[in-house]
């Protein structure tokens, strides 16, 4: 209207000056900025996408190694005195022989030599406390095999299982040995005597190995006192004490030197036995047999050797004499890695190597059945209700911001719930899928009202119009018409809730899923775990195989998600519908 | 016994179907379009008609003959005895072993006969509610089948019915609600006031104490331990380790929904999108277990080399680990409301010559602020409420400190640390777990409710 | 037809306040219809006849209530919560406002076509036969055939897709899916087919033939059409009422409205000054 304004007043018009030195230069700064800008919200999606990718690596690499496990395999007698002493070939007989004792044998022929009660225990320590469980099965299924010997897989234990799988300790072969050795003996503890300085350079690195410990030590003791919180002042004093010690070693200018587990382990390999140095000087050892010598026979040079086991004993679970036996067992193709089945088909067990994931599928299958029959059809009941019945008052006002609080309530409050209503209240039994279900079912409640009622509004309103106008009730319109086109949205959100409730954990330590039960459950009332709750429980055990067991149960319950979330995205891909 | 009632019903329901629309087939004769109602919803409204007494039967009489069968097996007892709800308790647990027939040892004759009439007065009640859900649903099917007539509007009572069961399923999301206040809070009650709780405090020591140390019940002669309850170390735990996450997970989530929503070409977006939800999509506890396995001894480690001593169930590690979690949760939301600024506002500043940074930080942004600050106060809630991680990752000490550095406890890890194992419900420790329930429940409902107002005021606004 | 005494002591009843026709006695008759949509005045004080077996159309500028009006004759406003209906409208004397009405029985005798097609996503049999199966009109499966085959052979739809019922009703075109809501709504039976611009979104060879379909179901149905094209209104209906801003401004023969108007108003919506 008045596009003479300006000019009017006689103030000349300005244009923005683009064309001087300083716009260009704001400009590229603008221009710059800009980048910048966009490179921030680059990083933040790149770390973002980083955390996940870290963390599902961090998962793999721990859990992979668990879905494998080594055994022995070994010729075993099934003698008739042992499986079968009354000749019955009575099954629960057969059933409850004592068939630890033939895998022992077993494995006491396939490490020869073993003498003493101690070294014989470290050796069956090898085997898990279920290694017959695979043997007693057969033999039970095939009675006929009673009297023979067959070749038999023993399962090994956690440690020996982890050691096999590489979380040992590196074997380190030292330089061929230059001179002739003399053994003192086959067996106990024996010295070698060598010819040349043959253990000279293992000398030396074991002097600069208690070194660098006792420096270690002392740095480390420095650091606390630098960080001087008090509670420390024990660990400082213990700390300097310990590095003490080690310096009056180094200080001392005999040539021999005592090893013990705190260094890196050193061994003699003649005469196809094994000798764990305790004493070290530069051309005799001293130490004690851990697989017995053949002979006392001299030994050529180039036919012996010093071997190192590079982790100090102390520092790995399993024992010199352990890693010695089960590298015999190795290099003598007893030990075979297969896939673990086991894990799928046991129930949980406070010894890793037997533990499974079955009891808490089957808790996780149940638990989930209840939670889904309850409320997918509550849910979308509801959302019908809400979304086409419900008159715009205070009453559903209220149902609606109700049930958009209860989506984001904490899910443990609802495991107080459960707590407080379903156990104390009603009584229902503790630790069982029931309540369980019951639980997750009122947690996952408002995300399937919220995504049916999204899923029937997506359904334009012409479809029920359509219905309307030849005569069918409004009932009749949204069951025949409505509801099932809004079914596919409606099944997708579901599976997501139900995705939701597998993941769920806090609720159900309330009520008691956390209990140790090793027995896959067999109904809806039985006490029963689900797989979160197996995945914390493991996660408490200080065994580290137990670690890894953690993670490869984390890998079973993603993979389930991801199949899950996987079937809600095609199924949403597939019945997308634009109107 | 239940089996028996469930196949009555079922037969009784079935039987009210047919007959009831056999006779509206009937009535309707050849020309079915006369009748007002298709005969199938004459049907279904005689056996809604049947189902419904015939449940209602089932659902009163079992507590009352429940109920019957205890008060006439306990009259078997002294009256003293029954009247300590500890003693009663052991007493009907001991018959309903004996009728189970797991029993400990020899059983007195009291508990035998106590047996005998709890089994008798049951098994009777079991009859008289199948003889009265029989003549029940008998005497509703007849009315239903009587009323099937060429006008009778079968189909508009059968959608009443309908209607009437789809507002009760709408309904349980209020119970629940409902349920959980007064199952939490009336147990937080008896933490604050019942008398008969040894050790409880006042709600001003619970909720200004500076001291958290719940100890299991005591009896009066096993002498005084410090037992305290004091909510703020749990309170400043909490919000320390949500506080580090909001840190983490803010801009990071923030940036990324930018990102997304205003930079990114359709592919990234493709692929960036799904990888934020599978983000979302891991159960909490997994991320517990990173962080308690990976990320704190990373940490710790982290520490030692540049000289600080980092605890090993830092506030620190779960703060990170905990910040991941929300940052799909953050992107998400901010994506939807970034998304929501209408187009028409970005033209505008594009058309004065603004860079598309310019234009997101002095156009976009503000106008999608109120619903950024209800995703960042939803993430809070979602934060503080979170259990897992910070079960398998935080402290259980109550340390008073603000350090990331050192362990802390939260709220939620005290509920589960002791409602986890054996409880006895009439100790204050227990009762403690729900009075913290209920202040989380507060504090996330508060939370929750604003920034749900604030998204509605928002979605109006461009709607 | 006990009901034709009814219908004289209303058309004499009404008399007075209404632009009565000469003929037989109205199909539709409505007296003080006033719509409420909240606090909006959507339909003030509507009086009108409507012949039987005549098409009438209704047209007027945009919300001017004619489609509001439309809706009353079969009580649809009742699926929108805020909407309030007074007065009465009479089909065969019988008020449908009535609390004894059923108006899910209502709209099976009063049919419906919609503005834009609106088939339901099932296949073309499934469409034309949900009607008749919910009413239980036919007896067995050859009587549903036949009711389908007949209401297609009706809408003229037969021929072209009587070797794909069972293909979905959204893959045709929108001129074929209008001729199948319109089949749709034979299918049942209805007295009268109210039909709410049934053209506006179809191409013009589309809606020659609608317009041709339209011709030849007056001779069986009571047609009831909102239009916005006054050519339309003048090539398919016998009368035709002018709504302006929620009042029905005049009623009469097509031609007459179009030739020479009572109203100023008319006059000046048909030759296009006011729209």
């Not at chain 1, 042992?82 to 033939?102: E, F, H, Q, T």
């Not at chain 1, 006392?296 to 004499?321: C, M």
């Not at chain 2, 079922?10 to 006779?23: D, E, K, N, P």
């Not at chain 2, 109120?370 to 398998?392: D, H, N, Y």
């Amino acid at each position: 209207m008045t596009d003479i304004g300006f000019t009017s007043q006689g103030i000349a018009p300005r244009r923005t000056d683009t064309r001087s030195v300083a716009a260009k230069a704001r400009l590229k700064a603008r221009y710059r900025s800009n980048t910048r800008f966009r490179w921030y919200g680059i990083s933040a999606l790149a770390i973002a996408s980083a955390f996940l990718v870290i963390l599902i690596t961090d998962i793999f690499t721990k859990g992979m190694p668990a879905f494998w496990q080594h055994s022995i395999v070994a010729d075993v007698a099934v003698t008739e005195d042992i499986v079968d002493p009354d000749g019955k070939r009575d099954p629960s007989a057969i059933l409850g022989a004592d068939y630890m004792a033939l895998a022992r044998t077993a494995l006491a022929a396939a490490v020869p030599g073993i003498e003493g009660r101690t070294q014989k225990k470290q050796l069956n320590d090898l085997l898990s406390s279920g290694a017959a469980d695979e043997l007693r099965t057969e033999v039970a299924a095939h009675p006929e095999m009673i009297g023979k010997t067959v070749k038999a897989n023993f399962l090994l234990s956690d440690t020996a299982d982890l050691y096999l799988k590489g979380d040992g300790t590196p074997i380190i072969n030292s330089a061929p040995s230059l001179g002739t050795a003399t053994p003192s003996a086959t067996a106990g503890e024996i010295t070698v005597l060598t010819t040349d300085t043959d253990f000279a350079a293992a000398l030396v690195e074991v002097k600069k190995d208690i070194q660098s410990k006792a420096a270690a030590l002392s740095a480390e003791a420095d650091r606390l006192q630098r960080l001087n919180s008090g509670t420390t002042a024990d660990r400082i004093a213990e700390l300097r004490k310990d590095a003490k010690s080690l310096e009056a070693r180094l200080s001392n200018p005999n040539s021999e030197e005592v090893l013990d587990g705190k260094i890196a382990s050193h061994l003699v390999e003649i005469n196809g036995g094994l000798v764990k140095v305790t004493k070290l000087a530069s051309s005799v050892v001293t130490g004690d047999v851990l697989i017995p010598l053949k002979s006392t026979e001299a030994a050529a040079p180039g036919q012996w050797q010093l071997i190192t086991y590079a982790t100090p004993e102390t520092d790995r679970s399993i024992s010199d004499r352990g890693v010695a036996f089960l590298e015999h067992l190795r290099s003598n193709g007893h030990v075979e890695k297969q896939f673990n089945w086991r894990f799928f088909t046991a129930g949980d067990s406070r010894e890793a190597e037997l533990a499974g994931v079955r009891g808490a599928i089957v808790g996780s299958l149940l638990t989930l059945f209840v939670t889904m029959i309850i409320c997918l059809p509550i849910g979308v009941l509801a959302a019908i209700y809400l979304e086409q019945f419900a008159p715009k008052n205070r009453l559903t006002d209220l149902i609606d911001i109700n049930i958009n609080n209860l989506a984001a309530v904490p899910s443990i409050v609802f495991g107080l719930l459960g707590l407080a209503v379903f156990l104390n209240f009603f009584g229902l039994p503790r630790s069982a899928p029931l309540v369980g279900g019951l639980v997750l079912a009122l947690l996952v409640l408002p995300t399937i009202i919220i995504t049916s009622r999204a899923a029937l509004r997506a359904v334009p309103p012409s479809v029920q119009e359509a219905a309307l106008g030849i005569g069918a009730s409004k009932q009749q319109a949204i069951f025949h018409h409505v509801l099932p086109l809004a079914m596919p949205g409606i099944m997708t959100g579901t599976i997501i809730g139900m995705a939701h409730a597998l993941g769920e954990t806090a609720p159900l330590l309330m009520i008691g899923m956390v209990a140790f039960i090793v027995d896959v459950p067999k109904g809806f009332t039985e006490s029963a775990t689900v797989l979160p709750v197996q995945i914390y429980l493991w996660s408490d055990l200080p065994e580290p195989a137990f670690q890894s067991k953690t993670a490869a149960a984390i890998i079973v319950l993603l993979t389930v998600l991801f199949v899950m979330n996987g079937a809600a995205i095609w199924l949403r891909k597939k019945f997308e519908r634009r109107w | 016994m239940p089996a028996l009632y469930l196949a009555a019903t079922v037969l009784l329901v079935m039987a009210g179907f047919f007959v009831s629309r056999g006779r509206a087939i009937a009535v309707g004769g050849a020309k079915l379009s006369q009748l007002h109602s298709l005969p199938v919803y004459h049907g279904l409204y005689t056996a809604a008609l049947v189902l419904v007494p015939m449940l209602l039967v089932y659902a009163i009489g079992t507590p009352v003959v429940g109920w019957l069968a205890e008060h006439n097996a306990l009259s078997n007892f002294p009256s003293e005895s029954i009247t300590d709800p500890l003693a009663r308790s052991t007493l009907l647990r001991e018959i309903t072993n004996l009728i189970a027939g797991v029993t400990s040892g020899e059983s007195s004759e009291a508990t035998r006969s106590a047996a005998v009439s709890f089994t008798e007065t049951h098994v009777l009640g079991q009859r008289v509610i199948l003889a009265t859900g029989i003549v029940v649903g008998f005497a509703a099917g007849f009315w239903g089948t009587n009323k099937v007539a060429l006008r009778f509007r079968a189909r508009d009572r059968f959608e009443y019915i309908v209607q009437v069961l789809l507002f009760l399923c709408a309904a349980i999301a209020v119970l629940t609600t409902f349920g959980i206040l007064f199952s939490v809070a009336g147990e937080s009650y008896r933490f604050f006031f019942d008398p008969a709780i040894i050790g409880r405090p006042g709600v001003f020591d619970f909720l200004f104490g500076t001291e958290w140390n719940p100890q299991a019940a005591m009896r009066a002669d096993q002498g005084e331990i410090a037992t305290a309850y004091g909510f703020i170390p749990l309170l400043a735990g909490t919000l320390l380790i949500t506080v580090i996450a909001i840190l983490v997970a803010g801009p990071l989530g923030l940036l990324s929904a930018i990102y997304l929503a205003e930079f990114a070409s359709p592919k990234v977006r493709a692929i960036f999108k799904p990888v934020l939800e599978i983000l979302a999509g891991i159960p909490t506890v997994v991320l517990g277990f990173f962080a308690a396995l990976t990320v704190a001894p990373l940490l710790r480690g982290a520490g030692e080399t540049i000289g600080l001593d980092i605890a090993s169930e830092s506030a620190l590690a779960a703060g990170l680990v905990m910040g991941m979690m929300i940052i799909p949760f953050i992107s998400s939301l901010s994506d939807d409301v970034i998304n929501a600024v209408p187009q028409a506002m970005r033209d505008g500043a594009y058309a004065l010559g603004a860079t598309q940074a310019e234009t997101i930080r002095q156009v976009v942004l503000p106008a999608a602020l109120p619903g950024i600050v209800a995703a960042f106060m939803l993430a809070i809630s979602r934060a503080i409420g979170e259990t897992m991680i910070v079960v398998m990752a935080a402290g259980l000490a109550a340390n008073l400190t603000l350090n990331p550095l050192h362990a802390v406890t939260t709220i939620t890890v005290q509920i589960k640390t002791i409602l986890v194992g054996d409880q006895e419900f009439d100790s204050a420790k227990t009762l403690a777990a729900f009075a913290l329930g209920l202040v989380l429940f507060f504090i996330t409902l508060f939370l929750n409710y604003i920034a749900l107002r604030i998204v509605r005021k928002y979605q109006e606004q461009y709607d | 037809m006990d009901m034709s005494v009814a219908f004289d002591v209303n058309t004499a009843l009404a008399n007075g306040a209404l632009v009565t026709p000469a003929g037989p006695p109205p199909k539709i008759s409505a007296q003080g219809v006033n719509v409420h949509y909240g606090e909006k005045h959507a339909l003030k004080d509507v009086c009108v006849n409507i012949a039987p077996r005549a098409v009438t159309s209704f047209i007027g500028p945009s919300g001017c209530g004619k489609s509001t009006f439309l809706r009353c004759i079969n009580r649809m406003n009742d699926t929108v919560a805020t909407c309030r209906v007074t007065g009465s409208i009479l089909i065969d004397g019988e008020d449908i406002y009535d609390p004894a009405i059923d108006p899910v029985e209502l709209r099976s005798r009063v049919g419906m076509v919609f503005q834009k097609p609106n088939p339901f996503p099932k296949s073309i049999y499934e469409n034309v036969a949900y009607g008749p199966r919910i009413h239980a009109l036919a007896a067995n499966k050859g009587e549903l055939d036949a009711i389908v085959e007949r209401s297609l052979r009706k809408a003229s739809l037969w021929e072209e897709v009587k070797d794909r019922l069972n293909e979905s009703g959204t893959g045709l075109s929108g001129g074929q899916q209008q001729r199948l809501c319109i089949a749709r709504t034979i299918a049942i039976d209805p007295e009268i087919i109210l039909m709410d611009e049934p053209c506006s979104a179809l191409d013009p060879i589309a809606t020659a033939r609608i317009e041709m379909l339209i011709e030849e179901l007056r001779q069986a149905y009571t047609i009831v059409i909102v239009t916005h094209s006054m050519q339309q209104a003048a090539r398919v209906s016998q009368r035709t009422a002018f709504f302006h801003l929620g009042t029905l401004v005049e009623e009469g023969e097509t031609q007459a409205i179009f030739t020479r108007p009572s109203d100023q108003r008319t006059q000046d919506y048909i030759t296009g000054r006011i729209g």
